[in-house]
């Protein structure tokens, strides 16, 4: 239970309750004041929709925070606003900030999402099961240590033994082209972003195999949430209102995404949809998936797990010298 909600009980009389380990009791009456926090995001990317329906909901002046949100251009950039203190919170992988937090950084994460990519084909092409790969042009969003294609790769060695990397003609791409190679036939394969592969199902094109299946099939069975919400610890410990006071909005978020559907005609414009229902509605049902309900100790044990593979499949190129998850890499400061 958070500090605010002790203050809430405290209003209403009630006044015996036990805080978390290490944190000092301090009670004050209910307040409607709110703090600011910052978050960087993609303009584009999905996880605008979860901002919005808490603006749109006014959730974040409801858990105590006045939430601004600034447009950053990619992941790189993302990182940057982050490390010059321009935003308080971005969205990131897991992996990068295992990385940097093995080479003495504070950054911390909170899960956001499950959602994962996967491998598509042509429901008509060469390739209907794993064994149909060597040979063929597998199209990639992002480069040679891209998660996806390290997990495919790690999977295809479990599964038949050798080596997939020197069997196939891997081609890089941005996730439009990726999209595109495979649907003029110029790939015969295709690992993209998840909301890449829901406008490719909308088209016709299946998933032969999911991200998240490729890492069961490695031994990790609880689902590792790869997307988090990233911060300076240091920052949540000096401004925890702000910090948990968007977590606690993004989960309420989170849950009016997975049970309401008005929500989603009121977010409609940001995905890019248009009149295509087929496609709005499919990218719903695969946002829903990856939508996480609960943030606890198996969460991060999964992660860990998932770390390691990467770890192992992508070396120094995708994890540098951090060859395990570091402590605190997830922020033991908030859980659900």
């Known amino acids: 239970m958070k500090r605010r909600e002790f203050s809430a009980m405290f209003g209403a009389?009630?006044?015996g309750a036990a805080l978390p380990a290490g944190r000092a009791a301090a009670f004050s009456p209910p307040s409607n004041e709110v703090v600011p926090v910052t978050v960087g995001a993609l303009a584009n990317g999905t996880a605008q929709w979860e901002l919005a329906v808490i603006k749109n909901n006014e959730l974040d002046k409801k858990h105590g925070v006045d939430l601004s949100l600034k447009d950053v251009s990619g992941k790189q950039a993302s990182h940057v606003a982050l490390m010059s203190g321009d935003v308080d919170i971005v969205l990131s992988d897991f992996i990068w900030v295992a990385t940097v937090r093995g080479q003495g950084e504070?950054?911390?994460?909170?899960?956001?999402?499950?959602?994962v990519g996967g491998l598509m084909v042509d429901p008509d092409g060469p390739i209907q099961s794993?064994?149909?790969l060597p040979g063929k042009t597998i199209a990639i969003a992002g480069g040679p240590v891209d998660k996806s294609w390290v997990a495919l790769q790690a999977y295809y060695n479990k599964e038949m033994g050798e080596s997939l990397s020197d069997k196939v003609d891997a081609r890089f791409g941005a996730p439009p082209l990726v999209n595109e190679l495979l649907a003029e036939g110029k790939a015969d394969a295709a690992l993209n972003f998840w909301h890449f592969n829901a406008r490719s199902k909308a088209a016709g094109m299946k998933e032969l195999i999911s991200v998240t299946e490729m890492m069961e099939g490695l031994g990790v069975t609880n689902q590792p949430p790869l997307l988090t919400w990233v911060f300076r610890e240091s920052v949540a410990n000096e401004r925890e209102k702000?910090?948990?006071?968007?977590?606690?909005?993004?989960?309420?978020?989170?849950?009016?995404l997975l049970s309401r559907d008005s929500?989603?005609?009121?977010?409609?414009?940001?995905?890019?949809?248009?009149d295509d229902d087929t496609l709005f509605e499919t990218l719903r049902?695969?946002?829903?998936?990856?939508?996480?309900?609960d943030y606890d100790d198996a969460v991060v044990e999964a992660a860990a797990a998932a770390y390691d593979i990467m770890a192992e499949y992508g070396g120094p190129d995708l994890v540098e010298d951090t060859t395990t998850m570091p402590d605190g890499t997830f922020w033991s400061g908030y859980r659900t």
């Open 13 to 15: 009389g009630l006044l």
């Open 106 to 115: 504070d950054f911390t994460a909170v899960p956001h999402s499950y959602a």
């Open 130 to 132: 794993l064994s149909d």
């Open 242 to 256: 702000a910090i948990t006071g968007f977590l606690d909005a993004s989960f309420e978020a989170k849950k009016m």
């Open 263 to 274: 929500v989603w005609s009121d977010i409609r414009d940001l995905m890019r949809v248009g």
């Open 285 to 293: 049902e695969d946002y829903r998936k990856g939508i996480i309900r």
